[in-house]
């Protein structure tokens, strides 16, 4: 079972990381959206797989580590935050600079320009 | 107490006259003179047992477990600073009253002027050299603020600049230095440091800490070669000029001087570097001064000079230099401040201060001129006046040293060429100005001043003869007690007095008076030769030195920074990379000891999921809808994860925010390209594929590694005391809102900033509307589907009662702010997506920024509630009340926290969604209502 988590973590760190690598801004925010799944059950698992343990308190003797998961849960909303703002910057920086190329500054001719004549431009 | 409340009513004086923007003239230069004067009664009920030679301290405590104190101290030393500071002060106050036009905001410059003031003092009387420091830089920005007055003109932009690039340059300097000295002795208590001669100067960094230090005293004190910018500071006001000059900003660096002697000083490198520096700056200041034909200009160099004058008797190798070197600061700063405002007066009345058109003030404004006339002679060294008697024990003790071996009789030579320069350019300001036949083209008829622009020089004028007729009368006791702190203990026998009999120094006196009125009335052989002399622009010099650098930075930093995001990600990820991944090779085995448990099916098959989700993701992600899909299925399945390991919280968290997370997404890529182009070259998709294995294959290793070892873990605590010190079971909700609480509260205003900025970034958003897909079909017609809207509004109570059900369970049982605010907002999205947003504007006039703000508020005044009952910031309060038909009920002010939390997250949540959906809504923006 270890095993399976940690190559779970693994797979979602490589895609994420491939994502992030991409040229364009909507890969990018699923790779960060992908990482931050990865971190999360990362952070998760440093209070190790618990099954079936008690999370509230009771009559159990066996509780599932609590500290971890409420840092995950605070990381959980921030992630979303941060996400959201990544999000809107991409859509600002199409807007104000007409492309959502983030791979330097040689605007390459695939450049959404030429499908000006699907917009109806400025709102 | 008294100590921290000189430095903190001149802040308060700084504070208070920027708001006297609406009262008069007089009353705002009385409001401001008001606290610097209350300033100095203190500091002069204080004085008698400083003159004692009692050292009065205060220190508060600030991080103790750093050793960091804020820590003042008040010697000899400081005390003879503050009385300039504050006196100067107050007399540049009043003078600035009617020197400022009416055109010129009078609370900017007199709060820049206090806030400068604030820092000096800060410098003279911190205990501890950090703090030193701080105030130190406080006075580069603050004279920064002051030169650039007279912003609308091109030289004081320039001044400014040139100023902080030369001062700040050297602040940095100093702040090396000064770290290194705290090194050597192992405190930053300027007590012990003082203490400490021994250590310090048998150290192996001496020499480099004694130079760095230097740096920052000779750029802040315009010694040669960094003088240059006090010229170029003249562009600033009059006032401003008087006070920086005279009695402060550039006396910054030797006080520096003299505030270190007794630590650093004593050694060789400390006399050479010191006394040639000062003995380069007194010549060269001496000889410039006497080719200005700008009042100012002159008055500058001859700052700079006399500047060079106390930096040379500071490295002398006799002890009563030092005694020379603090009486020539008072003089100094007396005959300096009288002759600035003269210079002042002057150009009020005239409109130049070119010496070429100003003759013959003498008929226009004799009073004025009388009283230029003694400064100048104070500064010239004519007998009767302080300049005479400093200069007379500067030649003295230039006659005393040894520093160049046989060589040193070329030191009292160059100060009496020096004196007769500075006789010849006093004589120039006296004659040139006031007498010399009729004035050409002034701007304006000249004219005695208003009386009250006066009062300031004469109470200076009359310091310069007081002090030059009865030396012992006033400056005995300070004098006494300044050299006691600078030279450290004994302080050999000196008698201050106008007369000592016929002996070398009056000799020399003699020959420099008549040397500098011959100079001056042969002065045109040597403005013949002096022009003839290959000229050299010290500011043409800075420019382009300055442009150079900065050409050089831009095109690194091009270089390195190529707008290339990916570039920068790689960087990180190769260093992530080397520095995660090194370790691991190191260790013996990947396994821990902990026993493994077997896969089941369930996890078999939730694990195949998640990987074939996050993989297509990839392989899709050219079409962006597909990939978005692909992703919501792993975050499905993370939160299945999370349910399976034991953490419900965890996956009703992940479910709720997945839900808002991929509507966000969706919305989003409505503005987006609906496809990403293939561009990458499929070396760069060879390379990245790479990187992105390596990274997720030490990613899991380290993940294996730690899940396999036993958990030593401090949750036993939490789960110790949960029930019983935060009244709750459900453990992980009782750590969000009790154990760190203070963690959360930080979070929620993350989640604010966010929001708010968000909004910020859709403001005047230039949209790029498409009004078809990417394949060229038309958007549906019907926005707004009839059945999902009315099933979503008889859904909308449904949803908030359970919201309601799961915020209040949430101490004891899964749930809680978080959460239910999450649920809130999915609900309250429901309606967006099934309405439009005007719809639910018009219904639901909410302002969802006011949301998030009473959100936070709330939270953090649950916090201080329990400052209220004698208890630290955040602690909690419980206890079981019995109500009718409920039962047993127990109620805590971590609920009310929690009540926080949950504004907060509903706020934040709806306003990102609301703010990005409303640009879908083609209304104006007064509609727009988030």
């Not at chain 2, 600049?161 to 702040?175: D, S, Y």
């Not at chain 2, 300049?387 to 003790?397: H, N, P, R, V, W």
């Not at chain 2, 989003?668 to 390379?687: D, N």
Request: with cysteine; hydrophobic share 55%.
């Amino acid at each position: 079972m270890e095993l399976l988590y940690a190559s779970c973590v693994g797979i979602l760190v490589s895609c994420g990381v491939f994502l992030i690598l991409r040229s364009r801004t909507f890969p990018v925010v699923l790779g960060l959206t992908m990482l931050s799944y990865a971190v999360n059950l990362f952070l998760f698992s440093s209070g190790r797989l618990s099954l079936n343990k008690a999370a509230v308190l009771g009559n159990s003797t066996q509780y599932a580590d609590p500290l971890p998961q409420a840092l995950v849960l605070t990381a959980i909303v921030i992630g979303f935050a941060m996400t959201a703002f990544v999000v809107i910057l991409a859509i600002r920086g199409r807007a104000d600079l007409g492309s959502d190329h983030v791979d330097g500054l040689v605007l390459d001719k695939n450049s959404d320009k030429k499908n000006d004549k699907n917009k109806k431009g400025k709102v | 107490m008294t100590l921290l409340w000189i430095p903190l009513l001149s802040l308060l004086g700084s504070i208070i006259s920027s708001m006297t923007g609406k009262l008069t003239r007089n009353q705002s230069t009385g409001l401001t003179m008001l606290m610097p004067i209350i300033a100095l009664l203190m500091t002069i009920s204080l004085a008698p047992a400083v003159f004692s030679g009692e050292v009065i301290r205060q220190t508060i405590s600030w991080i103790p477990l750093l050793g960091i104190d804020i820590a003042f101290r008040l010697d000899g030393l400081a005390l003879l600073f503050v009385f300039m500071i504050l006196g100067i002060g107050i007399l540049v106050i009043f003078y600035a009253r009617y020197y400022l036009s009416s055109k010129d905001s009078m609370p900017k410059l007199y709060s820049y002027l206090m806030l400068f003031m604030t820092a000096m003092l800060g410098i003279v009387m911190s205990n501890n050299i950090i703090q030193l420091w701080f105030f130190w830089e406080l006075t580069s920005i603050s004279s920064f603020l002051l030169i650039s007055y007279w912003w609308h003109k091109a030289e004081a932009r320039k001044g400014a600049i040139m100023a902080l690039t030369i001062t700040g340059g050297g602040g940095l300097a100093l702040l090396a230095g000064l770290l290194l000295l705290g090194n050597i002795v192992g405190s930053y208590n300027l007590d012990i440091i003082l203490a400490s001669r021994e250590i310090i100067q048998s150290h192996a960094w001496y020499e480099v800490t004694l130079i760095l230090i230097l740096l920052g005293a000779f750029t802040k004190s315009a010694q040669f070669p960094f003088h240059f910018w006090l010229p170029h500071a003249m562009a600033a006001p009059t006032p401003v000029s008087a006070y920086l000059h005279s009695a402060t900003m550039v006396k910054a660096g030797i006080f520096l001087l003299a505030r270190f002697y007794p630590a650093l000083a004593g050694t060789e490198l400390w006399f050479i570097l010191v006394s040639l520096t000062g003995l380069t700056t007194l010549l060269f200041g001496a000889y410039i001064a006497l080719f200005k034909h700008d009042l100012k200009g002159l008055l500058a160099y001859s700052t700079i000079s006399h500047l060079g004058l106390i930096t040379l008797l500071l490295g002398l190798d006799t002890q009563l230099a030092a005694v020379a070197a603090i009486f020539h600061i008072i003089n100094h700063a007396t005959f300096k401040a009288s002759l600035f405002m003269a210079t002042g007066i002057i150009d009020h009345e005239t409109g130049t201060r070119d010496m070429r058109k100003l003759n013959g003030m003498w008929r226009f404004m004799p009073y004025t001129a009388t009283l230029a006339m003694v400064a100048a002679a104070a500064m010239a060294g004519v007998p009767l006046l302080n300049g005479f008697l400093s200069k007379e024990m500067f030649f003295a003790e230039t006659l005393h040293q040894q520093l160049l071996g046989s060589m040193s009789w070329l030191i009292p030579v160059l100060a009496t060429v020096a004196g007769a320069l500075a006789v010849a350019y006093s004589a120039r300001f006296i004659h040139d100005v006031f007498f010399n036949g009729d004035p050409i083209d002034l701007p304006r008829q000249p004219s005695e001043p208003p009386r009250y622009m006066r009062v300031p020089i004469e109470i200076l004028v009359a310091l310069c003869l007081v002090v030059g007729i009865f030396p012992n009368f006033i400056v005995d006791d300070i004098l006494k007690a300044a050299s006691f702190a600078v030279i450290g203990g004994y302080v050999p026998e000196f008698k201050v007095a106008l007369w000592h009999g016929f002996n070398l120094p009056l000799l020399m006196s003699a020959i420099a008076v008549t040397g500098g009125v011959l100079l001056y009335t042969q002065r045109r052989y040597l403005y013949q030769y002096h022009a003839s002399l290959p000229s050299f622009d010290a500011k043409k010099a800075f420019d382009s030195t300055i442009y150079v650098v900065t050409k050089w930075c831009q095109r690194k930093i091009c270089a390195i920074e190529n707008g290339s995001l990916q570039r920068y990600l790689i960087l990180m990820f190769v260093v992530v990379l080397f520095f995660a991944g090194w370790p691991l090779f190191e260790m013996n085995q990947l396994g821990g000891q902990k026993q493994l448990t077997p896969i089941d099916v369930h996890n078999a098959i939730g694990a195949a999921l998640l990987m074939i989700g996050a993989i297509s993701t990839v392989i899709w992600y050219r079409t962006r809808m597909i990939s978005l899909l692909m992703i919501s299925v792993v975050g499905l399945m993370v939160s299945v994860a999370f349910t399976r390991f034991s953490a419900p919280d965890l996956a009703l968290t992940q479910l709720t925010v997945e839900v808002v997370n991929i509507v966000l997404l969706m919305l989003a890529l409505f503005f987006l390209p609906q496809r990403s182009p293939k561009e990458s070259s499929s070396i760069r998709v060879l390379r990245d594929l790479g990187i992105s294995a390596a990274l997720g294959i030490v990613v899991s290793s380290i993940c294996y590694a730690l899940i396999t070892r036993p958990l030593e873990s401090i949750s036993d605590f939490f789960l110790a005391n949960a029930k019983t010190g935060g009244g709750g079971t459900n453990v992980v909700n009782v750590i969000l809102v009790d154990f760190r609480g203070f963690d959360t509260l930080g979070e929620i205003c993350v989640l604010g900033i966010a929001a708010l900025g968000i909004s910020k970034l859709l403001v005047n958003l230039p949209l790029i509307m498409p009004s078809s897909d990417s394949e060229g079909r038309p958007w549906a017609k019907e926005r707004y589907p009839i059945l999902l809207a009315s099933i979503s509004q008889s859904l909308l109570p449904l949803a908030l009662m359970v919201s309601f059900y799961i915020f209040l369970r949430g101490h004891n049982l899964p749930g809680g702010g978080f959460i239910a605010g999450l649920v809130t907002a999915i609900a309250f999205i429901l309606q967006y997506i099934a309405h439009g947003s005007n719809w639910i504007s018009e219904r639901l006039p909410i302002n969802y920024r006011k949301i998030i703000a009473s959100g936070i508020t709330i939270a953090l005044f649950t916090g201080v509630g329990s400052w209220f009952f004698g208890r630290p910031f955040m602690t909690t309060w419980f206890d079981y009340f019995d109500i009718p038909f409920i039962g047993e009920i127990e109620l805590a002010s971590a609920l009310i926290f929690d009540v926080g939390v949950y504004f907060t997250v509903v706020g934040a949540t709806l306003m990102i969604l609301a703010s990005l959906g409303q640009l879908t809504a083609n209304t104006p923006k007064e509609e727009v209502n988030i």
